[in-house]
Structure formats: structure tokens, C-alpha cells
């Protein structure tokens, strides 16, 4: 068996250039130490060099050159040994030549049936097969083409760098690992690093800060912040700048004012904590809890509650920008956020980071109250660099806004106020005066005009489309009476007169249906929720039926209400304050103590029941925001620091008219 092949790559020692008289150029080569094969005296390895490597200076000539047995020689005296005529291996030599990025000049020599063009390298000899064109090429054409990359034996190549480099899938806010050729000046004596990048084989430039030292490593992690129109990245450490700078709009102007009723400044969103070892119990303190779910929220929510405005952030108290830049490399060092680690660099990724602390502390309704946008402007001391700042743009909000659920803030000239005690109350009775005052009741649409018809009964004209539809029934027929004993049996029927009952509620066929409950309120604060009273109540009416009430209670008020309406428990404390707390029906089990100080459930030692009322779920809204609605005490707000007389005269004159019985 001989030693070669065809079709097989071997590596073959190079033995320097010789110039033949016709004017080839061949490099000689050795393979295993000899220069030709037994049998073979008048024969030497050698391939056809290329200008690039007759043009290459001795000491970067390759050792090695890999070469292809395009075709054997066979020999007389020993059929088994036969002589390779050999080829440079293009998978092997291209990479030497060319470098993906960089510009090469090239001459069109010929066209295939389907249409692509076969060039060849004006400077270094080389055909290359298959290129395609928009536009129709002639013989002799002369082309200035980008290499965008190598794929084995064939370049891929592009009309100009930034095609290049878009075709390589190089993309914006990306981190990529590059080799640090050498530190290198520029025509201007500005140093950078002569980079390639590890996996594309593109050169680039990471410039230098007057400050920074080259690094003492032979590789770089960056980030691209931009792709030029030219082509170029603009390369930067990673997190320090917006990767999609070059879509933010320029600002028109950068002056700002001065703080006020409707605009505040805030130069990052970040406040690392005092301590750098901070005791135990605030070891959990995150960098974004001051500043971003603290004093930004609060002045959110204080433009929300007030006329609306502007929070720019990246803007210093005196109105210069500054940038958000130094927040980017941060945003995902929160772990007080269930999405750390998915935020980018990018305007899209700082936004998702406010929208999501306003939908934490504010609310999602809060949120869609707010624009976000983002602006740039030229770095006054260097013209080549932007920074960016962006602005929060708050809509006044129609209902109150709460920070965290329980505190009120408002906007006061240049300053953000907490509001306590009577001013809440205040405050949202303003609110609902004000939405009244914008949404007024309809007035009434004046009678149709009607026509008399002669001998024919009084007839209204209808006009337009009319739709003709049945008026809802409430079936207000008596249904019976549930009257308490003071033995602590309960009687359905007719109405009792002897014993006198301690209570008496009037029920009608309406509440048979299963959706109203059965309230039973004592002055400890236990309250006792009958549901469905349609099915609990006895078939056989008029007769006396154990387990109604406890009679060793007082029995203060009993209640027939719908699941949705709320029940206000008042109640006053030892100290003598008055206290309300409020819960949807629904929520209130079996057998439950709703004794009540606000949003806190009271051992009834400490607060004395006075009265209950149940409120229409109509005005869940007013109950919901300045009432606790639930008894672990969020949302709402504790009623012991309002005047909370002025809310149930509000609920009293709001009230519409509910089955009930008050115990005389």
C-alpha cells in the first residue's frame, strides 16, 4: 500500500521558495524528512505558491504547509508507490490570508450557468467561487468586498463592514470573550487594545480611559453598547451603558427648572445601605429599598394623589444630567426581587425594573397611571459620549394611592408630604367630592312627546332604536318572620307575642334565595353567619327550633344581607376612642370575634362593641381605602388615626335601606 492518497490532507514540511523559468513560483516540501519517494529520483514535493506567500517575509513563512493529493503518478518499478501531485489545502490556508472585517479587493473572472460570479483576489491570487450579487457584474469588474466570514474552504463576502457585522449576528447588549492582541495608539496617540474576538475572528478596539491601565491578562470580557453605521462596536465593560443608546431620542433641551409642585429630580435609583456590615436582622437590606421602593415610590405616589408630574431620574438636584449609567451594572443586585437576574442593559430592561417596584409598593393600577421615556445628551467634556437620563411621566390618579398599602402621600410645593389622622379622612372625602363633582348623577331625559290619536287610547312615539326589556322582578311578598326567644331557641312564622321576643326580622320570598346570609351580632363582638338561609331555616313554620342564638350574650343587632355588602363593627377602647373596622360579609365564618381597634383583632377585655352597621357593596371603594377589609390588617388604613365620625357620617348618609333588627 502506498503512502498517499487521493483526496486525503497531509502536512508537509516547507523547504523554502524556488522560481521556475516560465515564472511559477513552487514551495518545496519535505514529508517525513525526504523531499521525494522511493523510486521517484527525479521528483520533489512541491506546490504552486500564492503572491501572498511569495510576498511573506521569511521569519512569518508557516512550517507547516497542509496540503490535498489531488492526483497520484504512478511508478513502473513498484506498483504499490505512486507520486502526489498536490494542492494547499483552502480550509487550512484561507484563515492565514484573510481576517473576517477587513476589506479586499477583487476582480470578476468568470459566470456559471446559475448565475454566480467566480472572483479572484487582485492582491493575493486566490478564486473564490459562488458569489452572489444584486446587481449584474461584467468580466473585469473590479470589487471592494468584506469578509464576513470563513467557512471552510469559501468566504462569505458582503458589500461593506456593517453588513459584516450584522451577518455575523453580532448584537447589541451582548457580552463577548476577546483576545488581547497588544495595546496600540491610534492616529490621535489615544491607546486601545487591538482585540479579536474569540469565536468570529473579527479585530476591534476597546479604547482606553486616560485613568485605566492595560489589563494583565491575555483575554477581555465586554459588552457591545453599540454597532456604528460604519461597522465598528462600540465596546464597553459590562452593565455600564444602555446597550440601546442608539435608539433614545435626543433631547431637545436640558433645562430642567427647578423642583416642584409637579416636577422632583433624583440622580439613581440605587442607596447602598449605611453599614458595610450591617447587624443580623438588616442583613437582607437591598441596595433598591431606600431609594427606588422608598423615596421614588413615595414621590409617585405623591404625584399620583396630587396633579400629576414628572420624576426625572438621572438629573442632580440642581437640574445637570448625570446619567442612570452607574445603575445598570446594579439592577439585577436586588435579592428583594423575584426577577433579579433577568434584567438587561437596555431601556427596556430599567423600565421593567420600575414598573415592577411600582407594581410591588403602588399597585397595578398605580402602574398604568405612569409613561416611562428616556432621553440622551452630549457629555459636555467629551462631545463622543452620551449619557442618558430618563423621565417618569405620572398621571393624577382618580382613587387614592397608597405607598406599601398604608401610608399617604401628597405633593406640597417642592416636597413630598405624609398625610396622618384627620387629614386621610379629608383627604379622600375631597377625592369623592371632587369625582361627583366630574361625574354628576344624569339628569333625568324629559318626557317623549306623545300624540293624541282620535277615539284611540294615549299612545308615546318612539324614536330610534328602542330596546323593549322586562323590568327585573324582586318578589317582595312576606315570607315570614324569625323572631329570637330569650330562651335562646329562634321561631319562623308568624310573628310571636308571647314570650316577647328579644329580636325580630321580617323576611320576604326574596330571601329564600340562597345568596343572602343571616348575621347575628352581639355586644362581646362575637358575630354568628347563618349562609343560605333559604335551606336553613325550618320547612315546618311556627314552631320553636334549638341552636338559634346565644342567649348568654347580648344580642345587639341581627342582619339579612348580601355576601358582597360589608359589616362596620364600632367599637370604643379603654382609653375612650372610638375605633371601626369593616369586613365583606363573605369572609366572616361560622362563628367569629370581630371585636375591633382599627385593622387589629381586640380580646374584648380592651374594646367595648357599640353598634354594627351593614353597608352596601356599592360603597366598597370608600370602605375599602380607609377601612381595613380584611382582619389581618391590609390593605386600609387603622381608623383610630382619622376622626372616624366623619366616616361613618358619611356611611350613614350614604347607606341605603337593609333588612335589619336592632335589639331595643
Known sequence: MGTFAINQFYDFD?????????????????????????????????????????????????KKIRCLVKDLIPNRLDQDEQFPKLVQDRAWLLPLIYVPGFTYEFAVIGKDSTGKYTLKDIANGIEHYNHESATELRLGDKLSLVVQDIRKSYLTLVENRHAAIVGANFKVGQKYDFTIRKVKPDENNRQYLQLVDKTRGFWHRFYLENDDAAPNTDSIRLEIGEITPEGWLCLQYPGTRLSDIQKIRQAESTD?????????????????????????????????????RGTIMRTIASFMNSQGGSLFIGVTDSGDVCGIEGDLPKLNEDWNDQYNGQYKTSTDGYELKLRNAISTVLGDFANSLVTVRFYKVDDPADSSNQRVFCEVVVKAASTPIFHGGTRLFVRAGNSTRLLINGDITSFILQKMRNQQQLHPQPAKAPAPATATLPDAPRLTELTGSVALVQPPKSDTRNWGTLSFLPDGDRQFGKIVSDPVPVAALQLTQEHRKSKYQLLQCYASGNVNAVSNIGKKLPGKKNQPFKGGWNSD?????????????????????????????????????????????????????QATVTSYQVVSERLSSFIYDIISKKRDGAPGQNTALIRVQDCIAFLDKQQEPTENATVA
Request: hydrophobic fraction near 30%; aromatic fraction near 10%.
Open 14 to 62: 516547507s523547504a523554502g521558495l524556488e522560481e521556475e523559468d516560465n515564472g511559477n513560483v513552487f514551495i518545496y516540501l519535505k514529508y517525513n524528512g525526504e523531499n521525494t519517494l522511493p523510486g521517484f529520483p527525479h521528483f520533489s514535493f512541491r506546490v504552486k505558491a500564492y503572491p501572498c506567500q511569495i510576498a511573506m517575509p521569511p521569519e512569518r513563512f508557516p
Open 256 to 292: 430642567f427648572g427647578r423642583e416642584d409642585e409637579r416636577r422632583e429630580f433624583k440622580s439613581t435609583i440605587v442607596f447602598p445601605p449605611r453599614d458595610k456590615n450591617p447587624p443580623a436582622a438588616s442583613r437582607h437590606q437591598s441596595i433598591f429599598d431606600k431609594q427606588l
Open 553 to 605: 350574650d347580648t344580642l345587639l343587632q341581627v342582619f339579612v344581607c348580601s355576601p358582597e355588602d360589608y359589616l362596620v363593627i364600632r367599637s370604643k377602647g379603654q382609653d375612650g376612642i372610638s375605633y371601626a373596622k369593616a369586613i365583606q360579609v363573605k369572609e366572616i365564618t361560622t362563628h367569629d370575634s370581630l371585636t375591633a381597634q382599627g385593622n387589629k383583632i381586640l380580646d374584648p377585655s
